[in-house]
Nanobody
Framework: QVQLVESGGGLVQAGGSLRLSCAAS????????VGWFQQAPGKERVFVAT????????YYADSVKGRFTTSRSNAQDTVYLQMNSLKPEDTAVYYC???????????????????WGQGTQVTVSS
């Protein structure tokens, strides 16, 4: 069992930045790839970004490429999502999720993930 706690969400004006954190506990964090997903009201949860176990590989949705960056500290059992140049359409609840992986790969399907955090709200005003 892995427990995940997201933090760092809030209200920001368009063009601003936020940094989300996802703190993990319960298992060896470096055994897990991590994904970030967003869910806007009335919409499905969709992929945003993912980072491999070691942090050497990342992959982003086209909608955030060039604006968002994910990184991790396995020493601190924490993953980050740096969000720059925020747009009103980025408004959503953001979730982190982990997948235990034998390989140092990235995963963009939400079906691949084993454990999820409770989410943190990001609201971008125009």
């Amino acid at each position: 069992q892995v427990q995940l706690v997201e933090s760092g969400g809030g209200l920001v004006q368009a063009g601003g930045s936020l940094r989300l954190s996802c703190a993990a506990s319960g298992r060896t964090f470096s055994d897990y790839a991590v994904g970030w997903f967003q869910q806007a009201p009335g919409k499905e949860r969709v992929f945003v970004a993912t980072i491999s176990r070691s942090g050497s590989s990342t992959y982003y949705a086209d909608s955030v490429k060039g604006r968002f960056t994910t990184s991790r500290s396995n020493a601190q059992d924490t993953v980050y999502l740096q969000m720059n140049s925020l747009k009103p359409e980025d408004t959503a609840v953001y979730y982190c999720a982990v997948k235990r992986s034998r390989y140092d790969g990235v995963y963009y399907s939400k079906m691949a993930y084993d454990y999820w955090g409770q989410g943190t709200q990001v609201t971008v005003s125009s």
